[in-house]
């Protein structure tokens, strides 16, 4: 089976639909001539020419807003942001627009788009260039989300994406465009709403998405060590949610932690613990825990950066809080 | 001189590329020497601090004439917003070098707390610098609301704002615009443009005019300079700001720069392009540069930027 990066993955999975598809076109600042700021959309504007694949001014709430009025149409946008921090400038398209207008149009409009782009910390960017917007997104019925950490994953649910009638938020990782894996050569599609067991356990259900898998599989290597078995569950897909899977694991392992990017007041993680709470209460042997960010804007500097970020060295202290072996 | 592509057109010239002064009045009153030192000073500041190699750095070299004249000409009362590329003129307004090098650096005095911003994004509230956002644009509103209030203080000072023409297809530069003219603020928007002999990127921000012709459509007073030709810079920022503590309205420089830092793919760019080099010529003509005077300069300011980084590296806390 070929090995490809997230970034390959992610510009076959464009190109692959682009080829179905002649509705689908690919919108964002330097997606073109310079093959997009992550080398994600490489050689498509050669491919698919500058109608098919389109550079755009510094103007995120005006190509947002393109991109919705061109899905309302017909036509499947993809619209990258250079990262996710810039839909901040776009949020009230998005929020407004995308999200509701089929609700407002009684279904007369739908709005089947993508925007995709890396999200949350990365490394040095400071706190404005640093943040996790899942938390935001998750929260506006209207919409789907979804993050991804393999390879295999980002292309099935990419395609999944563009071909989805409705507006997806596809959050990537500027850490994780160079992380490799096997990818077939066939088509294949995953749906959205299924989570994936990224390693088999028993004793601590650690639940994760995107930038947190690696931290997360890292946490489990070093419990691993003492004896603790996790259960780590990317959840790929974080509207809509596999609480199938979530409280399936719980109900084995009896506790569970959450490990991802973002702050803990409001959130995924929050809305996770409530789910939990709700369906698998008599099941639980210890407070459910959060490994993210600490409460705070992201500092610049790289030793208090990394005080902040989720580590596995801190997620490893959760699950031994939670399995009493403090 | 040939017609070269890193020129800007239709701009009035007062200091040529030879370094010939075409238009002495434009520099009476001005210690061109003084000047100089200033210029130079901010070279080795932005040389010292790339040597850094921090993330999200942005070199300023080529645009050296646009933070060093808007520190000198800019009042003690008038508000400065800059860009996160226009850190030199903080040392000139009076920001002492150990915490500029702990801005720079994030690193904190004894019991104070660190800086978190991005490196180059200097505030000094006691000096009338405010933040540099990183967001692009988002420092427009707030300079016109500082204009807002200078104006309803009636106290004849002016707010200026600076940033690059990128963000000039932004809708917050488009609403300060407008509110600017709506309510005759006192604000004066200082646009660093490049020109792109290659060929421009969308992201450019280019809308096949100047941005001192588009905003003049919306009724602002414009001037479009080379920002190699400080003389011409100094005039038209002079006057902008002038015009605003009169209370004669917003007003636009757009200052046209030549990128010169390392990284800047063009490797063919003429010397007169850089602004420093210019004005160099310009002293040697007149008998007033002389290779030991620019030594002094330089070995002056390495010194001061050695210790203030020396102490600031020494702290704990810090990138």
């Not at chain 1, 993210?292 to 804007?297: G, K, S, V």
């Not at chain 2, 030709?229 to 046209?256: C, S």
Request: with cysteine; net charge negative.
């Amino acid at each position: 089976m070929p090995i490809l990066q997230i970034r390959q993955a992610i510009r076959d999975a464009m190109k692959e639909e682009m080829e179905r598809d002649e509705r689908v076109f690919l919108m964002g600042e330097e997606v073109g001539y310079y093959n997009g700021a992550y080398k994600c959309s490489e050689g498509l504007l050669d491919h698919f020419g500058a109608k098919r694949v389109i550079d755009t001014p510094i103007t995120e709430t005006g190509f947002a807003g393109i991109g919705i009025g061109a899905a309302m149409c017909g036509l499947r946008p993809i619209v990258e942001f250079m990262t996710f921090n810039f839909s901040a400038v776009a949020f009230d398209q998005i929020l407004n627009n995308a999200a509701k207008l089929r609700h407002m149009t009684h279904g007369q409009f739908g709005v089947p788009m993508v925007f995709r782009g890396p999200n949350a910390a990365a490394h040095m960017l400071g706190s404005t260039h640093s943040q996790a917007f899942e938390h935001f997104y998750a929260h506006i019925p209207g919409l789907k989300v979804v993050a991804v950490a393999t390879p295999y994953d980002a292309k099935g649910l990419l395609k999944t994406a563009i071909r989805d009638e409705n507006p997806v938020l596809f959050l990537e990782s500027e850490l994780m465009y160079s992380v490799k894996g096997e990818v077939p050569e066939e088509e294949y599609l995953i749906p959205f709403g299924q989570a994936d067991i990224k390693r088999p356990g028993d004793h601590v259900t650690v639940i994760t998405w995107g930038q947190g898998v690696p931290v997360a599989l890292k946490a489990a290597e070093l419990a691993a060590a003492e004896d603790v078995s996790c259960e780590v569950i990317d959840l790929r897909s974080l509207r809509p949610m596999d609480e199938a899977a979530i409280i399936a694991s719980v109900k084995k392992t009896n506790r569970a932690v959450i490990v991802y990017h973002g702050w803990p007041n409001g959130g995924v993680g929050g809305d996770i613990i409530a789910r939990i709470q709700e369906l698998a209460f008599d099941d639980l042997d210890a407070p459910v825990l959060r490994v993210c960010y600490e409460d705070l804007p992201m500092p610049y500097a790289e030793n208090l950066e990394n005080l902040i970020l989720p580590s596995p060295e801190r997620a490893l202290a959760a699950i031994r809080r939670v399995t009493y072996k403090r | 001189m040939e017609d070269c592509p890193w020129d800007p057109e239709g701009v009035e010239v007062c200091l040529d590329p030879e370094g010939q002064l075409v238009d002495r009045r434009a520099a009476q009153g001005v210690d061109l020497r003084a000047l100089y030192k200033r210029l130079v000073a901010a070279r080795c500041l932005d040389l010292r601090v790339e040597r850094l190699g921090l993330p999200m750095w942005v070199s300023c070299a080529g645009e050296e004439a646009v933070s060093v004249l808007t520190a000198m000409l800019a009042g003690q009362e008038d508000w400065i917003y800059p860009g996160v590329r226009d850190f030199a003129l903080a040392p000139i307004r009076g920001l002492d070098l150990d915490d500029f090098a702990r801005q720079i650096l994030g690193t904190a005095a004894d019991g104070e707390r660190p800086y978190n911003g991005r490196p180059g994004a200097l505030a000094a509230a006691d000096l009338g610098i405010a933040y540099a956002p990183e967001p692009l644009g988002l420092h427009l509103p707030l300079a016109a609301g500082q204009a807002h209030a200078q104006k309803l203080a009636g106290n004849g000072r002016a707010t200026i704002a600076i940033f690059g023409e990128g963000l000039t297809t932004t809708a917050l530069f488009h609403e300060t615009v407008a509110l600017a003219s709506a309510c005759d603020l006192p604000l004066v928007l200082v646009c660093k443009s490049q020109l792109w002999p290659e060929g421009a990127p969308a992201e450019a921000g280019l809308l096949g005019d100047s941005v001192a012709e588009r905003v003049k459509a919306c009724g602002l007073w414009s001037r479009r300079v080379d920002g190699a030709d400080v003389v011409a810079v100094h005039a038209a920022l002079d006057q902008a700001l002038r015009r605003a503590r009169d209370a004669r309205g917003p007003g636009l420089v757009e200052v046209v720069v030549t990128q010169l830092h390392a990284g800047s793919a063009e490797s063919d760019i003429p010397a007169h392009r850089d602004p420093i080099e210019r004005l160099r010529r310009h002293l040697d003509r007149e008998g007033q540069w002389t290779p030991t005077f620019q030594d002094v300069i330089e070995a002056e300011v390495r010194g001061q930027l050695e210790r203030a980084f020396t102490h600031a590296q020494a702290k704990e806390i810090g990138r």
